[in-house]
């Protein structure tokens, strides 16, 4: 079984910031956060991934709670480009690379 | 970033025949993997493809029906042998990169008819 829990769909309007949450409440210590989408007919598309502290970057930032049990991915103006399926997925060094999907979370931007 | 490409994209085989998956990285990578994403289903990973070894395979996949090589360390290969309808699904290749960063190809689509 997946190690997250998500939502399985959720809407959001274009131009604003769409929060998606994760929770990983079995996270080990050296394990990473890892978030991808999805579209439709497309491969998974690598978005960020942190470790303890916040991330940012051009496409979103990652928002880890103080405990590491849970998080929250922010698409800071979404487009409609960004409708996709979104994972997150926690992996570490002693399964580095492998990584086991969930069924994510279906994101909808509609104008 | 790592670029991976991989052939065929998209292909319709006759069941029981067999299609071999190429997978070409841009630069060396350590970690080579392959997953299946089987019609409106997530990602199940299928093994690691292991440089000069043999591939490791996760529960529920088996070398006979899933042979995998990896040469060299841009470059794999994953056979779906003797297909059926039920292997009609999306084959991916994953890398490790630098940083922890894992990349993930752009699928290779199969239909068995």
Redo the contacts between chains.
């Keep these: 079984d997946a190690k997250t829990t998500q939502p399985p769909s959720m809407d959001c309007a274009e131009g604003r910031a769409a929060n998606l949450p994760c929770n990983h409440s079995t996270i080990s210590g050296n394990e ?1 956060v ?1 978030w ?1 989408r999805q579209i439709h ?6 978005i960020i ?1 942190g470790l303890k502290n916040n991330e940012t970057n051009e496409m979103a930032s990652l928002i880890i709670t103080e405990d590491r049990k849970s998080s929250t991915l922010i698409l800071p103006h979404a487009t409609l480009r960004d409708t996709a399926v979104y ?1 997150c997925i926690v ?1 570490g060094s002693d399964s ?9 979370t279906q994101v909808v931007v509609t104008p | ?1 790592a670029v991976i490409s991989q052939k065929p994209s998209r292909d319709i085989c006759q069941r029981g025949t067999s299609l071999t998956i190429q997978c070409q990285v841009d630069s060396q990578v ?2 080579m ?1 392959w997953y299946r994403q089987q019609p409106g289903q ?4 299928i093994a ?1 493809a292991n440089q000069g070894s043999e591939a490791t395979y996760e529960s529920g996949f088996v070398i006979d029906k899933f042979p995998i090589s990896r040469p060299n360390l841009t470059f794999s290969t994953l056979t779906v042998s003797n297909m059926s309808p039920e292997d009609s699904s999306i084959y ?1 290749c ?3 990169s630098s940083g ?8 290779s ?1 199969l239909t068995v008819v």
């Design positions: 990473y890892y991808y007919s497309q491969g998974p598309q690598y991934h994972y992996g580095w690379g492998k990584l086991q999907f969930g069924a994510g | 970033s350590t970690m993997f997530s990602l199940t990973l690691t991916l994953s890398v490790t922890n960063t894992i990349y993930f190809g752009e699928g689509w």
